[in-house]
């Protein structure tokens, strides 16, 4: 397995050319470093998966990717071109698509409007096109194999999967060539997340480059072709899916390290129990009760 930053800077491995390349990217907020020396390549028809826990530095990744912040180091480059966004429209337009896992859909409205939510078809005098937007809208869920029924509903009633498939369907016709998806599946129960999960393969057969930013490992495996782990801003892990096992990627996850140290932690508490990382790591670990004398007052 690869641990190390695999890829030459400035070049993709492989054939493709990527999509989409990070090349020691940085970003500071003042003196906070939220990004240091981040490489990353983004490939058509391959989902990358972007791991890190809180802090990590996801959400600033995905800012730099969208054209909310411009990166304060390093080289983003679009389809070869060197390139930094002024505006999310920017993004958009240069064919970047991001689906945030809490503003992904405007609740309020229906879901053909949604679908077609800031690229309206109209007739003249501005008038929209109704039919014709529903009769798309219908046409594109259904290719997706999205079961919505009436498309007059509010999206806010439909289920999060349900919103987040209606979101990734809306990029992939508006001609996206890249979907960034916000943590898609942390809100979801399993069924749903799996439901999700299936329209990422779907954008990416669709000839997508996916990039799939999630704390779950488990579900970056099922669906990922590379991997990036980020920690405190620094990617510590950039594998690709034949150099590691679930087990691996789990393990580097959770951090191998901080979890001997805890398992020692535990274990001077309580040197009657024997609590090893594996057992901490795969949540085997007893939970504490009102009665156990660690959350005793
Ligand atoms: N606007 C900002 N100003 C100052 N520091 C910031 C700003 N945004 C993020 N940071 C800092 O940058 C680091 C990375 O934050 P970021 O939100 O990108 O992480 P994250 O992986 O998305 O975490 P989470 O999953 O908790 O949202 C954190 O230390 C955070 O406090």
């Known amino acids: 397995m690869s641990t190390a930053v695999a890829h030459e800077h400035g070049q993709a491995a492989g054939d493709q050319p990527a999509l989409l390349q990070l090349v020691d990217v940085g970003k500071s907020y ?6 240091r020396g981040v490489s990353l390549h983004v490939r058509q028809g391959e989902v990358t998966c972007v791991l890190g ?4 530095g996801k959400s600033t990744l995905i800012k730099i990717m969208a054209g909310l912040h411009k990166h304060t180091d390093g080289v983003m480059t679009i389809g070869g071109q060197e390139t930094v966004f002024g505006s999310p429209r920017e993004a958009q337009a240069a064919g ?4 945030y896992q809490h503003l992904a859909l405007a609740p309020l409205m229906s879901v053909w409007r949604n679908f077609f939510l800031g690229n309206e078809i109209t007739r003249g005098f501005g008038t929209m096109d109704i039919a014709s937007m529903k009769r798309i809208a219908d046409e594109e869920l259904r290719k997706m194999g999205i079961e919505i029924g009436d498309l007059d509903r ?3 009633g439909l289920s999060g999967g349900q919103r987040q498939c209606i979101a ?3 990029a992939i016709y508006f001609g996206a060539k890249v979907i960034i998806l916000d943590e898609p599946t942390a809100a979801l129960g399993v069924k749903q997340s799996g439901v999700v999960l299936k329209y990422i393969i779907k954008a990416r057969d669709a000839g997508l480059g996916v990039i799939f930013i999630t704390h779950n490992p488990h579900h970056a495996f099922l669906v990922g072709n590379h991997f990036v782990i980020l920690k405190l801003g620094r990617v510590v892990l950039d594998a690709h899916r034949d150099e ?4 691996e990627l789990t393990g580097q ?3 191998g390290q901080e979890l001997e140290e805890l398992s020692h932690e535990l274990r001077s508490a309580d040197p009657g129990k024997v609590v090893d990382a594996h057992t901490v790591e795969h949540g085997e670990i007893e939970a504490p009760t009102l ?3 660690a959350v005793k007052p």
């Open 154 to 156: 509010p999206v806010g």
């Open 168 to 170: 990734i369907a809306r």
């Open 253 to 255: 996850m959770a951090g």
């Open 96 to 99: 970047i698509a991001t689906v």
């Open 53 to 56: 826990d809180n802090g990590a």
């Open 244 to 247: 590691l096992t679930l087990d």
């Open 291 to 293: 009665d156990h004398p």
């Open 30 to 35: 003042g003196n906070v470093h939220a990004l």
